[in-house]
């Protein structure tokens, strides 16, 4: 029976592995939900319970984990994980409510489109991968929390300077969701976004979510935990070119040409 120190190794391996491909793939086949939303993907769920399931290991497989590290009475342990449970207490419970508190009143259709079970169950594997690895290298694997004066300096120096871009982008995630379910929610139809950063990119949730992850890798300064901002960025940055592409092919002219689709200035 494989162990579970060599699960977490082949797990990290696996998550470096499958990046590559997502963003390769993802750069000609977009996943059949929200703007690019098709049939022939088999059975769909509503969007909000969609997010619930698949993003919900993120919360109940983490807490189930985490008291099974041995550092977890360790309230730098706590400290450390908090950032990604409320990350993720916003992404499975409060966003799902927030779709169906901002669902559209009339032709709902314009905007409302089942999510394939087939993609929410790819997310919920994910999901579960990621939250194995996160919940057990910081309650378990981690070399200590308690070194000399220099260790101790420095991980509070990486935790604050992490903790500053992942709640920044947090900010930005949550505010660009808000500005799009506002708009979904006038039942218009898709319009073009304005005002903030949707002036300098097509997806600034995207670009949150982004720096989110860059500040958990900073906060916990290891290969899992900058592991998991390669994926976000290999997933994410070909969806919202794809999504700006969208944009323009919709809009045509209306659409500003100078708008990039993640990185302001950049991509």
């Not at 790819?122 to 939250?131: E, G, H, V």
């Not at 919940?135 to 300077?161: C, E, I, L």
């Amino acid at each position: 029976m494989i162990s579970d120190e060599s699960l977490f190794h082949y797990s990290l391996l696996a998550l470096y592995l499958i990046a590559p491909p997502t963003f390769i793939s993802l750069r000609f086949l977009q996943a059949p939900y929200g703007k690019h939303h098709r049939p022939g993907w088999g059975p769909t769920l509503p969007p909000p319970l969609a997010w619930f399931l698949m993003e919900s290991p993120t919360l109940w497989l983490t807490l189930l984990l985490f008291p099974h590290g041995r550092h977890f009475s360790n309230p730098k342990s706590m400290i450390l994980m908090g950032p990604f449970l409320i990350h993720y207490f916003n992404r499975t419970c409060i966003y799902p409510l927030s779709l169906l508190r901002r669902s559209p009143s009339g032709n709902s259709k314009k905007t409302s489109q089942g999510f394939p079970v087939s993609i929410a169950l790819t997310a919920f594997c994910f999901n579960m991968l990621n939250a194995y690895l996160q919940a057990r290298w910081v309650s378990h694997y981690r070399d200590s929390y308690d070194g000399d004066g220099t260790s101790d300096w420095f991980f509070w120096v990486v935790f604050f300077v992490g903790l500053f871009v992942f709640l920044c982008g947090m900010r930005i995630n949550i505010v660009s969701d808000k500005e799009l379910l506002r708009l979904k929610s006038e039942g218009k139809g898709y319009v073009i976004p304005r005002g903030g950063l949707f002036e300098l990119v097509a997806c600034p949730n995207y670009f949150g979510e982004i720096l989110e992850w860059l500040g958990w890798g900073v906060m916990t300064w290891s290969w899992v935990g900058f592991g998991f901002f390669i994926y976000t960025c290999a997933n994410l940055v070909p969806r919202a070119m794809a999504n700006r592409q969208w944009y323009l092919d919709k809009f045509g002219a209306d659409y500003p040409k100078s708008r990039k689709a993640v990185i302001p200035y950049l991509i």
